[in-house]
């Protein structure tokens, strides 16, 4: 969110407002919005003052402590509102049924909050704009679009496919990387325990000596004597390393920019290509669904690039509704983003000619899926040699750290 100084006149008089907005176009339009009967004259960027700057520290951190809803909760209660108003129940109970009987106490919020929305005039529209941040804005176009057409049981219907397709994938991701990490930790654990316990019984022995030691042994005293005096230091810095990347990473939109850049770098092995392949399905997946539903291609690409996390690649899809506004075709302006295949773009290009981009958009989109599924399948096999290599490593350096020097000695006795 950036902050703009906006100028206005009333009966000849010029005032300014600071608003804050994602953009200088929102910015002008939230202004008439707030200030009726106000002449909008321009919008400027400006710096926020101290107390706004506090006040977002605040919001920030506040947000990131506030539990986020379970996609299996969401689901659930989109596809009771789905089965109820295709039984013809009024949106309106059907909101007000799912607020009594969720389990979640923040959708129990959010729906009863809703419920009186809408019962005092609001439209099913405006009463999930304020939640958009905890339902996601594909769930705010498909509101929008079973408002407009009179069918929101068909457009939360197929809210909810999207969101079982996107949570199926996310939780085969996070079973096939379990292993890996298990593994990973419990190596760890036992090079910490070998270095701790075993490594301080060989220092007597090794102390005795009065030559050089080898490498490995003084790179394993070295480690000892880190853990044994600083241990705790190390621990706690490197909690406040992870917890300030992290912070740096939510906060800073260019820190962002360059770690999303180099995490779908080619050289970044196997983490490139299952980040690209999960963002570009999802991507795919919510545009094709919204263009299928009726929903106008710029209208459907805005929505579909706010599901993308990586910046990287939103940025590149960003300058796709651009280049469509400009007179480009869609198959031409993803040709200019540099993300898709040839096979891909023709295929596009196909179904726009022919009046059938919904359906090729889903092939495309099983194309990305049946790419990343492939990945997750075999997610064990492609990460068994990495972690092979650094088993070897830490037996090896062990290996040679301990018996290196007791090599020696027995041929300084013999």
């Not at 809803?69 to 039984?87: F, L, N, P, Y």
């Not at 392949?277 to 539903?293: A, C, N, P, Q």
């Not at 993300?339 to 196909?350: K, Y």
Request: proline share 3%; hydrophobic share 45%; charged share 25%.
């Amino acid at each position: 969110m950036h902050y703009y100084k906006v100028t206005m006149t009333q009966k000849g008089k010029r005032s300014h407002q600071v608003i804050k907005a994602k953009s200088k176009i929102n910015a002008i339009r939230m202004a008439k919005q707030e200030y009726v009967g106000f002449n909008v004259l321009k919008a400027e960027e400006t710096t926020p003052s101290t107390s706004d700057q506090l006040s977002d520290a605040f919001e920030n951190l506040k947000r990131s402590f506030k539990p986020k809803i379970e996609i299996g909760h969401k689901i659930s209660s989109i596809r009771q509102i789905a089965v109820m108003t295709d039984a013809g129940i009024s949106i309106h109970d059907a909101i007000d049924e799912v607020a009594k009987n969720t389990e979640n106490d923040r959708l129990k919020h959010i729906y009863s909050t809703m419920s009186n929305d809408i019962n005092a005039g609001k439209s099913i529209g405006d009463s999930i704009m304020p939640f958009r941040e905890d339902f996601g804005h594909v769930a705010v176009a498909m509101t929008n679009l079973g408002e407009k057409t009179g069918n929101i049981s068909s457009s939360y219907h197929k809210l909810a496919n999207i969101l079982e397709s996107i949570r199926d994938n996310t939780k085969k991701f996070k079973k096939a990387i379990r292993t890996p990490l298990i593994t990973l930790v419990a190596m760890a654990i036992a090079f910490v325990v070998l270095i701790m316990m075993v490594v301080p019984k060989f220092k007597e022995i090794f102390d005795k000596f009065k030559t050089e030691l080898p490498l490995p042994t003084q790179i394993l005293l070295g480690i000892e004597h880190a853990f044994s005096n600083y241990g705790l230091y190390i621990l706690v810095a490197l909690i406040l390393l992870v917890m300030l990347l992290i912070h740096k990473y939510k906060s800073d939109e260019d820190f962002k920019y360059k770690m999303d850049k180099i995490l779908v770098h080619p050289k970044f092995y196997l983490i490139n290509k299952i980040i690209f392949f999960s963002t570009m399905h999802k991507y795919t997946l919510v545009f094709g669904e919204l263009v299928r539903s009726g929903i106008p291609v710029s209208e459907a690409l805005d929505t579909a690039v706010d599901m993308v996390d990586n910046l990287y690649i939103k940025k590149k899809l960003l300058s796709v509704n651009a280049n469509i506004a400009r007179g480009i075709s869609l198959s031409d302006a993803f040709n200019q983003t540099e993300l898709f295949e040839n096979m891909l773009l023709q295929m596009i290009r196909a179904g726009e000619s022919s009046g059938q981009l919904d359906a090729m958009l889903g092939k495309v989109t099983d194309y990305y899926d049946s790419r990343f599924q492939d990945l997750i399948d075999n997610l064990a096999a492609y990460i068994e040699p990495i972690m092979l290599f650094f088993i070897a490593c830490l037996v090896l350096l062990m290996a040679l750290g301990i018996f290196m020097p007791m090599w020696d000695l027995g041929k300084a006795v013999k």
